[in-house]
């Protein structure tokens, strides 16, 4: 064995004794000196050991299983034996979060949601956290109102529900009754998670670090910035109130669309009182089916929501999951859309908006030239093909098409495909979140979160998804080029283009619709409409 790799061992055997040796002795120490186990369980120093454990055992199954051994020749036992290193891993995480909960199961949902970055033995196992959250007791929920409200739930409300209708990492939510008869829904703060935030974040900040220094071509602070950014937002319960007014104001052209409008009497930093919208999840297709609700208008309407969110006017809600979108229908029987759960927005620049717009109508034009640029424009060069295969959660070969991802269906093989080499190729993709603007990961997210409703609702890649998303691309490219004009012929010039450009969208919308309805007559039922 060389000097170089003597030395890196024992450098790492230092390492993780350190982390087991500080982890131990601080979580010990502090385990001898409280009497109370709940206080134990829940303290800084317990959940920073945890932590501390957790990690340097993964580290050490990665260096011991992997990169200190003889790889196998044989393709399928090298796959197996990532696969199993990946499972342990993801399980050993996600152990972590139920055990520490609050911030940890957030993250925790957050790496559940990154289906663009981690093989899918992360992301299945991590996933189901989003219907495992935390439940805090009634006495706890109690004590936050009267900590922030200075007055029982019995005083303020005439009814409040014994057990939540909804929980979450951070949160969860009663319906209760005003005393004037309103109803209403209560969304409340577990009680220790604000107390407990900075710890964590810190927590996470050092370990991200650590392990960044122990897999130096894994580009991991960004993840870590994240979370610093990120947190403390959704925490703010009075910055989640002006987020739903902002929205629905911005919003209020859209006649279906639902937003709570908010009790401020009622609503402090940790408890926000708001108004009580029922209806059914937004991927509950039996649900739909028996109120004769269409999943094309859903997913349409869902479309044009979060497209001009994003395209248009840069204010983008970034936590769409099914639980925080419902729908219904109104008195008239019209369909309405639900948005809850305000707590975290990003906003995007209009330079980044429109090198985003610019990169989508290249993707859908098959632009091998314009992804090129708009890559570039973006942070990203030479890895343009996986960026582009980032945002479209297809493969490169389709993107590159004269198909292209508008024309092309998704088939099983090529999403089997395309899970493989997130394995393959982590590093890369690492490096993409590493160089692209903060935002930009957010509306990564987003998107991903959008396409598991679109799979649900059955409307995923369909024609009339990327002729929706065509039309505010259009409009916020060209609404770009109109502030660069210095005359009134200028942009009359540009609006008349922008116009019929998207006049030529729409006609083909009309061809799209009338195609099938003339297919669906004729029995012909699995077109990619």
């Known amino acids: 064995m060389g000097t170089g790799a003597m030395s890196w061992n024992i450098r790492f055997g230092r390492l993780i004794a350190r982390a087991f040796a500080g982890g131990a002795g601080f979580t010990f120490g502090y385990c001898l000196l409280s009497p109370n186990d709940n206080i134990i369980n829940s303290s800084g120093p317990v959940r920073f050991g945890r932590a501390a454990f957790s990690v340097a055992s993964i580290v050490v199954d990665y260096k011991f299983s992997i990169y200190f051994k003889q790889i196998p020749t044989d393709l399928c036992e090298v796959e197996k034996l990532w696969s199993d290193v990946h499972h342990r891993s993801a399980c050993k995480l996600l152990q972590l979060c139920t055990r520490n909960k609050g911030v940890f199961v957030k993250v925790g949902q957050h790496i559940g949601a990154m289906d663009y970055l981690l093989p899918p033995e992360y992301t299945q196992t991590l996933r189901i956290l989003h219907n495992q959250a935390p439940s805090s007791s009634l006495s706890d929920v109690n004590k936050v109102i009267k900590q922030d409200l200075n007055c029982d739930k019995d005083e303020l409300f005439a009814e409040f529900g014994d057990t939540p209708i909804g929980a979450a990492s951070l949160a969860q939510v009663y319906k209760a009754r005003l005393k004037n008869g309103e109803v209403v829904a209560v969304k409340v703060q577990h009680l220790t998670v604000r107390a407990h935030s900075y710890v964590d974040i810190k927590t996470m900040e050092v370990l991200v670090k650590i392990a960044a220094w122990i897999f130096p071509d894994f580009k991991l602070l960004w993840l870590a910035e994240e979370m610093k950014k990120n947190l403390p937002q959704e925490l703010d319960f009075i910055q989640e109130g002006h987020n739903a007014e902002k929205m629905s104001e911005i919003m209020k052209t859209y006649k279906w669309l639902k937003i709570p409008k908010i009790y401020w009497d009622l609503s402090s930093l940790r408890v926000l009182t708001m108004e009580f919208c029922d209806g059914g999840l937004v991927n509950d297709l039996d649900y739909m089916k028996h109120n004769k609700i269409s999943t094309i208008e859903v997913g349409t309407k869902l479309g044009n929501l979060f497209s001009e969110m994003i395209f248009i ?43 985003y717009s610019n990169l989508w109508l290249s993707i859908l034009s098959s632009s091998v030239d314009g992804i090129k640029q708009y890559s570039k424009a973006l942070g990203v060069e030479e890895l343009y093909g996986i960026f582009a295969a980032m945002v479209t959660a297809r493969s490169w070969e389709t993107v590159s098409s004269p198909e292209g ?40 997210k987003t998107n991903d979160l959008l ?24 409009t916020a490219v060209y609404n770009e080029k109109i502030k660069q004009c210095e005359s009134k012929f200028c942009r009359m010039k540009i609006n008349m283009f922008k116009h019929w450009t998207i006049l030529k969208i729409q006609l083909y919308e009309v061809y799209l619709r009338f195609s099938y309805v003339v297919h669906y007559t004729m029995g012909y039922k699995n077109i990619n409409y």
């Open 451 to 474: 396409r598991g409703i679109e799979h649900a609702l059955g409307t995923q890649k369909t024609m009339i998804s990327f002729t929706t998303m065509s039309k505010f691309c259009v």
């Open 313 to 355: 006017h840069g204010n983008l809600h970034c936590d769409p999951h099914p639980g925080n979108i419902l729908v219904r229908k109104d008195k008239k029987g019209n369909l309405e859309l639900c948005l809850l759960d305000h707590g975290l927005y990003a906003n995007l620049s209009d330079e980044l908006r429109y090198n």
């Open 405 to 444: 991802v508008a024309r092309k269906k998704l088939t099983d093989k090529e999403s089997n495909d395309l899970r493989k080499k997130i394995g393959e190729y982590v590093v890369e993709i690492s490096e993409v979140l590493d160089r692209i603007p903060r935002p930009m990961i957010m509306i990564m």
